[in-house]
């Protein structure tokens, strides 16, 4: 990856790019990337988490229920003040933000490649 | 590193409130690492009661300093925000990256003591990257030591410092220990001149190509196609190599890699063959423990109702005058007996929602949901719709509303189409009723089996629609990152239970409520006979002509008698419904025992109160009839074609809402055809093996 001096080859596959590479190839989960790769799960787990920030991958919790506060989307949450949902500009029940780094989320975390323009 | 007016500077400008401030010409120490990791507790821990928090001038960002005296000697020392990396992207790591980098060498802190979780060595390893990568004096100060050590994690110090070519202290700021030893390695720090860069690292001075931006047409293009120029990408890639070198040399003597308790469990629980049959064994556990536990409560509830509650209502009523009255018969036949019904079934709704939130905040729901994401990519259906609907098995209402995570059109519109099929919490009081009145001895695996032919509708009818009218999706690659096992906290069961109940409760006393008066009076429009509106015995009335017009329909299938068709019109408004609308039309059609009697069979002790026995007896002969003598066929025709119609009008709404009024009917079609048919399927195989 790197030469002399932080001479840096474009391109090179670090673990990164083995991340994303995994990932591409149908890979479904931290442990399945770090079984393909051959990397430390906690390595895996952190490039996840450089990719989240960066905006290389996209990162949705997820819930079978709806989320604290609800989504006003049916009966259940009807009376749940701040809620979004149907007709409204927030995520739809069962899903939300955050990202895998998240100590307290209790819940599963769905990554998917994010879609980018180019240059 | 600078004169002494300098260091005043820099100390004075941390905080815009008045506090101690360190001796001229004192060093300055920033303390820097990502959120989360112990850095305040161990600022806390060296300043004592010598530090303040303030805004940094000109900004709203907290940042704490005070004094410290590593080994006699005073230092000022800066808390500075948590900082994931140097790259910032909130007005935190803004100001980090400011203090470290952008200002010039000269007002840079001495020493930078970087606090690392051990839990989470590699995730903090990127910001100690990107400070290496100038000239400079650091330190690395571990933290979260016990609890690694509970996780099993194993770190090697010294390795690891070689690795990363800085010194690593243990700290505990907690319990105050190993506060000597990073003094003794900040005055060291301090005394030696700055470190060069790890050539393994890129230099602080390479010239990046500006990262693409976010655009909705391009999947992976940054993975593919990285142009000729070293970008973002290879930077962190170069950062991540030096990285992973030194997670392997500080956990090298462990040999192999270290397994969880979650990660052993995940190995049965998510593999292809051995997660699906522990899916499966939960959810029976779940059916069948509810249907159990909660039939004895379900009685007693059932009897307080025809009982006490009852009884209390007409003497309430014969006390306003309005004992025979048409205002009477609605409140006795149409509130208690339809709402009455529905509300014995809340300590089963309870209980079952109070399991599945025991699965969900456990962890498991969540490998449940790995499982059934592998089969539906296995099957060629878009792996995000499992989301959807795996909501939808609560209710369809926001599942259709959940689809707009797809970020693709025809996902969606399949997605939509496909969440009716899974059966929601509504669908489960009618397959309990049921499945009690037909199968009493195993209600709960009837129950199990009614949610797998939910899954197989999803799965035939979502193949039949990618193989038909909505073929060549796209799909894309995507990754469940799995939370670890947790103990289910009881608050936060309870929580998620009530939330769900409250729907039910909510549905039964606003919806079901419209529709048990609506039925009641279309029960009290005669068509034939002589009697007076109210008066109208409930064969006569219009109610049970529309329903005797549509039920020749169900004939083929067993239950086409106008009771049960009736049922299913008002259960197209909420399947809740169902249940009510059963309990009214039996209460209205039982004349009241004359006095001495004993009530006759199918027919409640207190006539129009909510008694499941009598409405189970009432039910199950008119099942027997209308099947020509195989009810058991007929029942699971029945449940069968409840569960695959239109879920309720709600649902519909929602539809409407996402996939326009073309698809919503198209869906509507497709569900009661598909009902319909194996509805029919189900009966003239069952009665030939009944």
Known sequence: MTGPAGAIVPGRGGPLRAVLAAFEAGAGSPAEIAARTGLDRAVVSAAVDHLVRTGRVRAERLASGCPEGGCHGCASVASAPGGTGPGGSGPACGSGHGTPADPSRRGPVLLTLARRSPD | MSDSSTRASVASCHSDAAGPAAAAGAPVIALAGAPNVGKTTLFNALTGSHRQTGNWPGT??????????????????????????????????????????????????????????????????????????????????????????????????????????????????????????????????????????????????????????????????????????????????????????????????????????????????????????VFLAAMWLVFQTTTAVAAPLQRGLAGLLT???????????????????????????????????????????????????????????????????????????????????????????????????????????????????????????????????????????????????????????????????????????????????????????????????????????????????????????????????????????????????LSPVFTPAGFGDWHTTSALMTGFVAKEAVISTWAQTYAASQPPPAPGQAAAPGQAATPGAPDPAALGTAVRQHFTSSSGGHPAAAAWAFLVFLLAYTPCVATLAAQRREIGLRWTAFGIAGQLLTAWLVAVLVFQVGRLLT
């Open chain 2, 60 to 277: 709203s960002v907290a940042v704490g300093h005070g004094n410290w005296r590593p080994g006699g000697r005073e230092v000022a020392v800066v808390d500075l925000p948590g900082s994931y990396s140097l790259d910032p992207l909130s007005p935190d790591e803004q100001l980090t990256r400011d203090l470290l980098v952008e200002v010039p060498p000269d007002r840079r802190p001495d020493l930078t003591v970087v606090v690392l979780d051990a839990t989470a060595l590699a995730r903090g390893l990127y910001l100690l990257a990107q400070i290496r990568e100038r000239p400079c004096r650091v330190v690395a100060a571990l933290t979260m030591n016990d609890i690694a050590a509970r996780h099993g994690i194993v770190l090697d110090l010294d390795r690891l410092a070689e690795a990363v070519t800085t010194p690593v202290v243990a700290v505990d700021p907690r319990r105050g220990t190993g506060l000597d030893r990073l003094a003794a390695a900040v005055v060291a720090g301090l005394d030696r001149p700055a470190q060069p860069p790890p050539q393994e690292l890129p230099s602080c001075c390479h010239p990046v190509a500006p990262a693409p931006s976010p655009g909705p047409d391009d999947p992976g293009q940054a993975v593919d196609d990285p142009g000729p120029t070293v970008d973002d990408l290879d930077l962190a890639d170069a950062r991540f190599t030096w990285i992973d070198a030194a997670v392997a040399a500080a956990q090298q003597r462990q040999g192999r890699p270290l397994l969880t308790r979650s990660d052993r469990i995940d190995r049965v629980v998510t593999s292809p063959v051995g997660g699906a049959l």
């Open chain 2, 307 to 549: 009982g006490p509650v009852t009884s209390g209502v007409r003497w309430l009523l014969d006390l306003a005058g309005l004992g025979q009255g048409v205002a009477a018969r609605f409140v006795i036949q149409g509130l208690l007996a339809g709402v009455g019904m529905l509300l014995t079934f809340v300590p089963l709704m309870a209980l079952m929602f109070g399991l599945l939130a025991v699965l969900e905040d456990s962890g498991y729901l969540a490998r449940a949901a790995v499982v059934t994401d592998r089969l539906m990519r296995r099957l060629g259906l878009p792996g995000r719709a499992f989301l959807p609907l795996v909501v939808g098995f609560g209710c369809n209402v926001p599942a259709v509303s959940g689809t707009r995570v797809l970020p693709d059109a025809r996902h969606r519109l399949l997605t939509t189409l496909l969440v009716p099929f899974t059966s929601c919490s509504a669908r489960l009081t009618v397959y309990v009723l049921v499945a009690g009145i037909f199968f009493p001895e195993h209600a709960g695996s009837v129950v199990f089996g009614l949610y797998l032919v939910s899954l197989l509708f999803v799965v035939v009818v979502g193949v039949g629609l990618r193989s038909t009218v909505l073929r060549a999706m796209p799909d894309e690659p995507l990754m469940i990152d799995l939370p670890p096992y947790h103990l289910p906290v009881p608050r936060l069961v309870l929580r998620a239970a009530w939330t769900r109940l409250r729907g039910f409760l909510s549905t039964a006393s606003g919806l079901i409520v419209g529709t048990v008066a609506l039925v009641w009076l279309l029960q009290a429009v005669p068509v034939s006979g002589n009697a007076s509106f109210g008066e109208v015995p409930v064969q006569d009335s219009l109610y049970a002509a529309t329903a005797r017009t």
